[in-house]
């Protein structure tokens, strides 16, 4: 477990070392549908599209270096689903297997109400049974498999959508 951390609002010189995490992930074929290193430029507009109060950007730093990050995303991009959120996790290499992800999702379900999140939402590849497992713990549910959606190294595969209803007392939008 990680004994000493905090978690802030990444800041824009926080950039590039949420790139190089990221990046250390597409040789896996297990995280991200990405097959080349990305570039921090081409991050740039991503990381603005984050707002602390809205759709936060996350990193985890222990003894002064990055080594994890969450990020909320809109989903789909259409007022009526303003109140769900896609979350993605990426943890340095050197840091997996430390109860990382889990301070970060239990963070995030707590922001929801705050953030005006009903649902939040995982886009996991079937293969990635850590990630399902890791959900899985914290109560979200398989709402969707799309087989063979994926083409990683001439191998095709599964993505799945686990998602999470963080709050139950929301407008169920039959009126009062």
Known sequence: MLK?????DAVIEDLECIVAIYNETIDSRMVTADLEPVSVESRRSWFYEHSPHFRPLWVVKSEGRII?????QSFYGRPAYLATAEISIYI????RAQGIGSILI?????ACPRLSI????????????????????FGFDQWAYLPKVAILDEVERDLVIVGKRVVENASDGMGK
Not at 4 to 8: C, D, G, K, L
Not at 68 to 72: D, E, H, I, R, Y
Not at 92 to 95: E, K
Not at 106 to 110: F, M, N, R, S
């Open 4 to 8: 000493q951390y905090t978690i802030e």
């Open 68 to 72: 994890a990050w969450l990020s909320f």
């Open 92 to 95: 340095s290499s050197n840091n």
């Open 106 to 110: 239990e963070k995030a379900i707590q």
């Open 118 to 137: 009903n649902t939040l939402l995982g886009f996991i590849f079937a293969h990635n049974v850590p990630s399902l497992s890791l959900l899985k713990k």
